[in-house]
């Protein structure tokens, strides 16, 4: 007898495709035989961890052989002092895409519904068809969420509704008006995960900043990374902010060294500090300033960001493009596919001659 161990599979997950991550630089190097390559495709910081995070790693590694604090103490310590939380309202994740993991465990079944925006970040597809569950998108308007119409979706069966403020990879972003509207009218027994992992970037003043927030709204979970703005995404670690016994319930189903003890060293001091974050910043306003001067002058259009990147219509089949720069040692992102923009590209923001090389080789590519 053979078994088919993808059809003994659970059905949710029979249907999946892997996450497609960015394509890594040693894999252009091996293929296509180059040594000089540039990744803007997964939204990386290209300046690169601060030296703060980078000294606190080397006081653990004599501790390497010792489980990490599996609770995280000082970490949650420190984003209390900072953001004026409450210690049992943290929940730490490998990354801030185990928080959503832990939330669709304990609140998500095969029964239930949850609502998304089109555009939206392809983990929530991912992740609530592994779970059984149907997922629901809603037609994006002006390329970002349409709230009045995730509102009208909600029924029953709804479970939950992610939201990514600001978007990846249209990089709008909702005002704080427009998501206090959008939870009044949310019943509570619906979980409303508001990702805010680009939330370090936006200079917006009536940007929605949700860990003001979630004190409101019991229903309201609110997740932040280190991976973006805080230069460590290789350490996975990012966090939840929920009501106590939203993170009683996660707490219950993470495992008990979820985060390694290089990940809550290096978060806790990135937290203080501020310069790095503000060169990142700096870097990163400079750098669409650089970008989109670069497009105007193509004559290409292109969503206007608040986040580390941008989309940028290139006119034609966004893969061959991306393709054709591939040759040029250039790893981007075409946007085709789940997330529906099959004209465009995403670049992340690059230090500046990371931008003009990719604005050189697009025009090359294009001409
Ligand atoms: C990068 C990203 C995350 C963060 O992922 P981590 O698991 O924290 O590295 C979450 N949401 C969106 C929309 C992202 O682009």
Known sequence: MTTDFIKLGL?????????????????????????????????????????????????????????????????????????????????????????????????VSDQNEVVYSQHGFALYSILTRSVGATPVVIPAINRGHDLDAMVAAINDKTALVFIANPNNPTGTYLSKAAIKGFMEKVPEHVIVVLDEAYAEYVEQEDYANGLELVGQYKNLVVTRTFSKAYGLAALRIGYGVSNTQVADMMNRVREPFNVNSLALVAAEAALDDDAHLEKSRRCNREGIQQLVEGFNKMGLEYIPTVGNFISVNVGRDATDVYQDLLKHGMIVRPIGGDYELPKFLRVTIGLPEQNKAFLDALAKVLS
């Open 11 to 107: 059905p949710g997950i029979q249907g999946l495709r892997p996450y497609q991550a960015g394509k890594p630089i040693d894999e252009l190097k091996r293929e296509m035989g180059i040594t000089k390559v540039i990744k803007l495709a997964s939204n990386e910081n290209p300046i690169g961890p601060g030296s703060k995070s980078l000294d606190a790693i080397k006081q653990v590694l004599a501790e390497l052989a010792l489980y990490p604090d599996g609770s995280g103490f000082a970490l949650k310590q420190k984003l209390v002092e900072k953001f004026a939380l409450k210690a049992d309202e943290i929940t730490l994740g490998n990354g801030s895409s185990e928080i959503f993991t832990l939330l669709l465990r304990c609140y």
